[in-house]
């Protein structure tokens, strides 16, 4: 089973946060029926139904309360994860950059330097 993209979780938490589609689609600045699809495509995926709804209401089951639970902790792992992963790239970025500087400070010296070296 694939994992379910991090958009769906952020759906299903703004649902049971709201319990509503209509304002839960406008926290996450989509149409609601791009929130009601995403929320069918995450309970498809799944294979159990995170919320009780009709044309008025929205109740999130047990198997949904649990769910969006461990949604939310996923999604503070990915907040936490995704500002340490960006200072790796620059750090690497940096040290790869340095090594290309030096290697070509090295060609160019060793270009240059060799006929005055004697053998």
Known sequence: ?????????????AVAR???FSRAAERLHIGQSTLSKQIYELESQLGFRLFNRNHQTVEVTDAGRAFVE???????????????????????MKSLS???????SCRLCCRYAYPYFPA
Do not use: C, K, T, Y
């Not at 089973?1 to 938490?13: C, D, G, K």
């Not at 461990?70 to 690497?92: N, V, Y």
């Not at 340095?98 to 070509?104: D, L, V, W, Y």
């Open 98 to 104: 340095r090594r290309i500087q030096i290697r070509f």
């Open 70 to 92: 461990e949604a939310r902790e996923a999604i503070l792992h990915i907040e936490r994860g995704w500002p340490l992963q960006r200072q790796f790239s620059m750090a690497r």
């Open 18 to 20: 709201d319990l509503n």
């Open 1 to 13: 089973m694939a994992l379910p993209e991090v958009r769906l979780l952020q759906a299903a938490i």
